[in-house]
């Protein structure tokens, strides 16, 4: 099992940039694919991107390519998303997720973060 915990939400601009991390933490962590979710108010919970636990792969929702940018630092098992060019629409709560196998991480992952607050406004 692998516990999952996010950081770096907040109130940003429109126009800001913003990298939230997660870091997992458990004895097998490091063999874990990750990846991020977010949910909007009143909207189901969203993929946004996955990376492989070795980090050297990643997959990305094909309507988010270009602004969310997904990335790992294996030494510290801890996944990155970089969000550039925020918009009011990306207020969300962003929720980093795990499983073990891969191709499940953007469908069905088997363990969860408890989300971290992105709030986009001016």
């Known amino acids: 099992q692998v516990q999952l915990h996010e950081s770096g939400g907040g109130l940003v601009q429109p126009g800001d940039s913003l990298t939230l991390s997660c870091v997992a933490s458990?004895?097998?962590?490091?063999?874990?694919?990750m990846g991020w979710f977010r949910q909007a108010p009143g909207k189901e919970r969203e993929f946004i991107a996955s990376i492989v636990s070795t980090g050297d792969d990643t997959y990305t929702a094909e309507s988010l390519k270009g602004r969310f940018t997904i990335s790992k630092d294996l030494v510290k098992n801890t996944a990155y998303l970089q969000i550039s060019s925020l918009k009011p629409e990306d207020t969300a709560v962003y929720f980093c997720?795990?499983?073990?196998?891969?191709?499940?991480?953007?469908?069905?992952?088997?363990?969860w973060g408890q989300g971290t607050q992105v709030t986009v406004s001016s």
């Open positions: 997720a795990a499983d073990l196998i891969a191709e499940a991480v953007p469908s069905a992952p088997r363990e």
């Open positions: 458990g004895r097998t962590a490091s063999s874990y694919a």
